[in-house]
């Protein structure tokens, strides 16, 4: 296989988020997928532990109403997950060239702007993600990733840019 015939896989990238009651609304929050994935062990243990306790009678009729009271109250960890590719090379430029169509205007130099490289860059290496609204897959589409909360899209590129840049220890191996 040549490099020119090669197709570079898509990779994934998961986010973990959560949703917490505060004051009136609801305030989304971003967790790091060390916490996330603790967090979700932890749960999933002491739900089998209640289980456990429930079948063998040894929660009280007060104590299992209080049980589905607490499991309605919970906050739930839930998970994006996204499919990612790499740009050619003739894409990279493209961006590039996008990114620098900004003129000084006290220079008259060319000036990079990463808003426009980072938008153009996420719009065109996400390529889907498992996001569902009443029970519909939504699309990913250069619409929907702007209606995304801004602390999200900036998590997935963060997570994507930690992925193709190489670290000097990969880079010698």
Known sequence: MSLLDANVDAFEINLYYKFVDVGSGKKLIILKDEDAEEQLKAEKQIKA??????????????EQQEEKKEEKEEVVIERLTTQWRFLNWRE??????????????????????????????????????????DDQPVPVTPDNIDRLPG???????????KIIDYTEEEVKN
Request: proline share 3%; glycine share 4%; net charge positive.
């Open 49 to 62: 532990e209640k289980q456990i306790k429930m079948r063998s009678g040894g929660l009280k009729e007060g």
């Open 92 to 133: 990279q430029n493209e961006v590039m060239t996008m990114a620098s169509k900004t003129i000084n205007p006290v220079t008259s130099e060319r000036q990079f702007n990463f808003i426009t490289y980072r938008d153009a860059i996420i719009k065109r290496c996400l390529k889907s993600w498992d996001m569902v609204v």
């Open 151 to 161: 602390p999200v899209v900036m998590a997935l590129y963060q997570k994507f840019e």
